[in-house]
């Protein structure tokens, strides 16, 4: 759906991330999507619920499906033996934090993040799924060592578009570039860690087509707000030009809450805002069209 003209609409890629994960996470990216809001979504190819992909292209032709590139949740595509620097004695890939450390301290083999990237989308192919463009979970290609490594993986699959881990801070209130200087000022690590996102785009933009910058619920900065109307005011407030919107819709069962608990309780709201007639008031208010990955 398109709104405004082609000078005045932002263009708004959404992206639902973590298909693959479980069941409850798959069928409710697959009614985001039919409810005309999620353009898009990346795959988990290590994920237990994998296989339903392959049923996900048949259901939504008109979507585009990427590489959800996996470095810190369950075990790899490849033999743990192979890539022993990226997991732990049980086989399963270390904790982002850990995994952070460990690049920091040198200690990644970079030929291994590059032969775990590449045979997750070569799992993905042998789905019958050509990815359309990648990104990661947790974003660990915010740190500029693993978005070289991953970058090159994804560039030798033939992949051109990726997510920017640049990212767009809103308050509702302020200007974005107050908005911005407010939450850099109120923390001092995210001046480093806005840093190593610049390094990280200026690294993926070389080799691919981008996003200006990736926004979410998560990323709006109003106090005292539910994260519900976090949604609102960052609908009313995307960049100009093309971004994406990064959503985690999801029923919650069980597994989910071991997985990924940090997440459960957003998850059911990302699906109802995919599902709500306020959604698409908002937008057409801000003059903003929704369109797939493969049209970047």
């Known amino acids: 759906m398109t709104f405004g003209t082609a000078v005045e609409r932002t263009l708004a890629i959404v992206n639902a991330d973590d298909y693959g994960l479980t069941p409850g996470v798959n069928r409710a990216i697959e009614e985001a999507h039919l409810a005309g809001f999620v353009t898009s979504t990346t795959v988990l190819a290590n994920g237990d619920e994998v296989g339903d992909a392959s049923e996900l292209q048949r259901l939504a032709a008109d979507m585009s499906i990427g590489v959800h590139l996996n470095l810190t949740l369950g075990r790899p595509i490849s033999d743990p033996a192979n890539v022993a620097t990226l997991v732990g004695s049980d086989g399963c890939f270390h904790s982002r934090r850990s995994l952070m450390r460990l690049c920091v301290q040198r200690k990644v083999a970079a ?31 915010e740190l500029p060592q693993l978005a070289r490594l991953l970058g090159r993986a994804a560039k030798d699959a033939g992949i051109v578009r990726a997510r920017t881990p640049r990212v767009w801070i809103v308050n509702g209130t302020d200007t974005a570039g107050l908005a911005r200087w407010r939450w850099r000022s109120s923390n001092p690590w995210r001046v480093a860690s806005e840093v190593a996102r610049a390094l990280s785009h200026r690294t993926i933009s070389r080799d691919f087509k981008t996003p200006r910058y990736r926004a979410a619920a998560r990323l709006v900065t109003a106090l005292d707000t539910t994260y519900a109307e976090r949604w609102k005011i960052l609908l009313s407030h995307l960049p100009p030009g093309l971004c994406e919107v990064m959503t985690h819709p999801g029923y919650v069962d069980r597994r989910l809450l071991e997985l990924t608990p940090e997440l459960t309780a957003d998850r059911l709201v990302d699906l109802d805002v995919a599902k709500s007639a306020r959604t698409w008031e908002l937008l057409a208010g801000a003059n903003v069209g929704l369109i797939p990955f493969a049209r970047l």
């Open 111 to 141: 030929q291994e993040v590059v032969g775990e990237a590449g045979r997750q989308i070569q799992a993905l192919r042998r789905l019958g799924i050509m990815p359309t463009h990648w990104d990661t979970h947790q974003h660990v290609a």
